[in-house]
């Protein structure tokens, strides 16, 4: 089975709904395997099918699964704690982990066994009728049971729903593989019966790596798809007042994503224009996609690559010019700093009863005393007429 595609445009649903689909059908999935695989068994027994027994502990593992899936449906929707700050949705992809190593697990049993009956195949007995029937129903009920499970997966888009959905449909097929054995063994060629069980064996350990080796991907901050980061990235790219969009990650938390971006803006706005920009880029994101939270990093867009990385600090800047202006109170004027283009721009506007100050002597003072390029401009801000 080919990893589900992340779809970006996917309508946001409440975790409410997501959690009782996920509960729903796993109830329902749950109850159809515990009736499967005991039939299965006891019919495989009685019937004296390798083939049988080998889908009724396929069947038997789909009910662990269902209890696994249950398991995190509880746990994966709890809010955000103080150990887990951005919440528990990564309990999806451990669940997801954990049914995959289960089936490694069962495909090991069964293909220990069915290889023991090949290399015995002269003592494998003649398989009743009854297996045949078992297998036809067996490969309906699962059928079915994958249709409705993938429905509803993909109506509240759950990766892990989705990850059991198709866990029926390898119960199917392997039906199907079972059901050919049991015929064939009825037909006078008794080694495909444990035939079959070796096939199922492999068809659930390929399920199983699969599983497994996707979660552990998703637990090690797998990105999102290409087209899907694409989307994202346009979006905060369309958002008023952003510039440009660089450094966006994106890594799975469950079903969900988080992202970080940089984004660029006109290099002289306000601070708070600036989180203005910002906040409505992330409302973008979050109205539009399956995304957990955006973390946004504002840059003034620049002309030239910064090559001062150790310009002072405002700090730095204010003491010196306190020093230059000992006239001025500090309610006589605001001061405003731009880290451009490897420069430092300094902006001094002074109030209406500032005294008045001498310019050039405050730009020598400066260039003296600061080791970077610096540009000063200096004005009086006038009375309301």
Known sequence: MQRPD?????????????QAVAARTSWVSAWVNIV?????????????SQGLIADGL????????????????????KAADEDHQYGH????????????????????GMLWGAVGKIQNHENIARVHATALWVAVIAIVAKESLFRYMLR???????????????????DAASSVVVLIGVAGNLAGFPVLDPLAALIVAFVVGRMGWSFSWDALNDLMDRALPVDDVRKIQDALRSTPGVLDVHDLRTRKMGDMALVDAHLEVAP???????????????????AHFPVLDVQ????????????APDLPSREQ?????????????????????????????IAVQLEPAAPAINDFAVRAFLSARLAVPVDLSIWRRELPA
């Open 6 to 18: 992340y779809p970006a445009d996917t309508p946001r649903l409440t975790e409410n709904t997501r």
């Open 152 to 170: 509803e997966a993909k109506r509240v888009n759950s990766s892990m729903l989705i990850a059991n959905a198709w866990h029926a449909r390898s």
């Open 36 to 48: 499967l695989s005991a039939a299965q068994i006891v019919m495989g027994v009685f019937a004296h």
């Open 296 to 307: 946004i990093h504002i840059d003034p867009r620049e002309t030239v690559a910064s090559t």
């Open 58 to 77: 396929h069947s038997l593992s789909d009910l662990i699964a269902d209890f696994v899936v249950l398991l995190a449906n509880k746990h994966s929707h």
């Open 89 to 108: 949705a990564r309990f999806e992809n451990a669940a997801s982990l954990a049914l995959g190593v289960i089936l490694l697990i069962v495909a090991a």
């Open 268 to 286: 002289r706005i306000s601070v708070s224009e600036g989180h203005h920009v910002a906040v409505r880029a992330r409302q973008a994101v979050l």
């Open 317 to 345: 800047v204010l003491d010196l010019l306190t020093s230059a202006l000992p006239e001025l109170g500090a309610q006589q004027w605001d001061i405003t700093l731009h880290y451009l283009d490897g420069r430092l721009n």
